[in-house]
């Protein structure tokens, strides 16, 4: 069977991720014309002190779409990739890479995507020349997503007045770079915001935006949320909230021999609404989005072991984020139109540790499914099968009537073993 040039090329656009397969599959002459488009359609380019074995120098790019310029059309992502030193003293190398590559980024005709990226190590500023010719890409209505990464100055005011863009994710340290007046800067009206390890915390105002359909944040970001609600309350329709890599320290069971003692949080003292998480604030949520249609909450388990010296394992201690999960689906009145919890247990190979999680917490949904019309219960430990952890989660909820009636009517509904769309491996 012989497949079109068409149904070639929409096969092997699934493979833009997996480079090493695209570039195996294009040493064939006749697969090569077919293929390129997708080789070229994500592009990071480097700049740094030394050669690294990377997809492109700065040079070396150049020089390719100056013998090739078809190559330009291609590109649909392009990556900024910023390599530093611990110390600056070779700073004016990198400075002097991205001056000369101004040029060749204007030539660019079809951007979707683009990603400046810098390592965290310490601070970067964009040069002059080259925060110009971004500010004239960026205006292309073929763009609409932007991504900063790192540490590095934040030039918000390039995209005040870009219309075409409409998602942006921020992961790092930022610091807002703009020395400029900004009174006449167009307020952001985004379709989504992801917020991923922001060290620094920014607000609305400072980000320029002003309507807001949907926000994704980890627990390190949700500080912002309080700033953000403000401005974007009425039109905010999804919400997903990471505890992934949460900071504050969560409900923590010790195991001691047939019992277990509770470090409980006290939702007095430690509530998603009223802003206090242990040490870390969540920030008060004063505007709650009246018009949320879908909220998603990620939270991990994780059992610790210890070992005796004939290396017998027993559970030592479960660190659970499930009461935060609790407090947040209770906190958010009116609540959302639908609801997805994704609980990723980390069982370290010990499958008997999944008996000792404690899933009362998740009695909440009881309360939730009463106004909550579609609520998905994702769990999984990614070396059980299916059926035991569904039989586990079942028995622990057994005594919780109002969840149970709720699961058999199908309000909520428990996959076992299977993530939440969007789960990304930590």
């Given at each position: 069977?012989?497949?079109?040039?068409e149904v070639?090329?929409?096969?092997?656009?699934?493979?833009v991720?997996?480079?090493?397969?695209?570039?195996?599959?294009?040493?064939d002459?006749?697969?090569?014309?077919?293929?390129?488009r997708?080789?070229?359609y994500?592009?990071?380019?480097?700049?740094?002190?030394a050669?690294?074995?990377?997809?492109?120098?700065?040079?070396?790019l150049t020089?390719?779409?100056?013998?090739?310029?078809?190559?330009?059309?291609?590109?649909?992502?392009?990556e900024?990739?910023?390599?530093?030193?611990?110390?600056?003293?070779?700073?004016?190398?990198?400075?002097?890479?991205?001056e000369?590559f101004?040029?060749?980024?204007?030539?660019?005709?079809?951007?979707?995507?683009i990603?400046?990226?810098t390592p965290?190590?310490?601070?970067?500023?964009?040069?002059?020349?080259?925060?110009?010719a971004?500010?004239?890409?960026l205006?292309?209505?073929?763009?609409k997503?932007?991504h900063?990464?790192?540490?590095?100055?934040?030039?918000?005011?390039l995209?005040?007045?870009?219309?075409?863009?409409e998602n942006?994710?921020?992961?790092?340290?930022?610091?807002?770079?703009?020395?400029?007046?900004?009174?006449?800067?167009?307020?952001?009206?985004?379709?989504s915001?992801?917020?991923?390890?922001?060290?620094h915390s920014?607000?609305?105002?400072q980000?320029?935006?002003?309507k807001?359909?949907?926000?994704?944040c980890?627990?390190?970001?949700?500080?912002?949320l309080?700033s953000?609600?403000?401005?974007?309350?009425?039109?905010?329709?999804k919400l997903?909230?990471d505890?992934?890599?949460?900071?504050?320290?969560p409900?923590c069971?010790?195991?001691?021999?047939?019992?277990?003692?509770?470090?409980?949080?006290?939702?007095?003292?430690?509530?998603?609404?009223?802003?206090?998480?242990k040490?870390?604030?969540?920030?008060?949520l004063?505007?709650?989005?009246?018009?949320?249609?879908?909220?998603?909450?990620?939270?991990?388990?994780l059992?610790?072991?210890?070992?005796?010296d004939?290396?017998?394992?027993t559970?030592?201690?479960?660190?659970?984020?499930?009461p935060?999960?609790?407090?947040?689906?209770?906190?958010?009145?009116?609540?959302?139109?639908?609801l997805?919890?994704?609980?990723?247990i980390h069982?370290f190979?010990?499958?008997?540790?999944?008996?000792?999680?404690?899933?009362?917490?998740?009695?909440?949904?009881?309360?939730?499914?009463?106004?909550i019309?579609?609520?998905?219960l994702?769990?999984?430990?990614?070396n059980?099968?299916?059926?035991v952890?569904h039989?586990?989660?079942?028995?622990?909820?057994?005594?919780?009537?109002?969840?149970?009636?709720s699961?058999?009517?199908?309000t909520?509904?428990?996959?076992?073993?299977?993530?939440?769309?969007?789960?990304v491996?930590?």
């Open positions: 069977m012989r497949f079109s040039a070639l090329d929409h096969i092997f656009s699934f493979l991720s997996h480079q090493p397969t695209l570039f195996a599959c294009s040493k002459p006749v697969l090569f014309p077919i293929i390129e997708q080789i070229y994500h592009t990071t380019v480097h700049f740094s002190t050669w690294r074995d990377c997809n492109f120098e700065q040079d070396r020089k390719l779409v100056s013998e090739n310029p078809r190559i330009l059309n291609y590109v649909r992502i392009l900024i990739h910023v390599v530093l030193e611990h110390t600056g003293e070779n700073d004016h190398i990198i400075v002097e890479q991205l000369e101004a040029e060749t980024l204007l030539l660019f005709p079809s951007l979707e995507c990603i400046l990226s965290k190590i310490r601070f970067w500023e964009w040069p002059d020349n080259f925060r110009a971004l500010e004239d890409r205006k292309l209505p073929t763009v997503e932007v900063f990464v790192g540490n590095q100055g934040l030039p918000f005011s995209i005040g007045n870009c219309k075409n863009i942006i994710l921020l992961e790092g340290v930022f610091e807002p770079s703009d020395e400029e007046e900004e009174e006449d800067l167009t307020p952001l009206q985004l379709k915001l992801t917020l991923s390890d922001i060290s920014l607000d609305a105002e980000l320029h935006i002003k807001l359909k949907s926000l994704k980890s627990e390190s970001s949700v500080e912002m309080s953000l609600l403000g401005e974007c309350a009425e039109t905010l329709n997903d909230i505890l992934t890599y949460s900071r504050c320290k409900q069971f010790f195991f001691q021999q047939d019992a277990y003692t509770t470090e409980t949080l006290d939702s007095t003292n430690y509530s998603f609404k009223s802003g206090k998480v040490d870390v604030p969540f920030g008060r004063s505007h709650i989005p009246p018009n949320l249609q879908e909220l998603i909450i990620r939270a991990p388990v059992i610790d072991n210890e070992f005796d004939d290396l017998v394992s559970p030592k201690q479960c660190w659970s984020y499930l935060a999960v609790a407090d947040i689906v209770l906190s958010l009145i009116p609540p959302p139109q639908s997805i919890i994704d609980i990723k069982l190979d010990f499958s008997s540790n999944l008996a000792n999680v404690d899933f009362s917490p998740l009695a909440a949904l009881g309360t939730a499914a009463l106004s019309s579609q609520i998905d994702y769990v999984h430990t990614d059980l099968p299916p059926a952890t039989a586990q989660i079942l028995s622990s909820l057994m005594e919780y009537e109002d969840v149970t009636g699961i058999m009517e199908g909520i509904k428990i996959h076992a073993e299977r993530a939440a769309p969007g789960y491996e930590d």
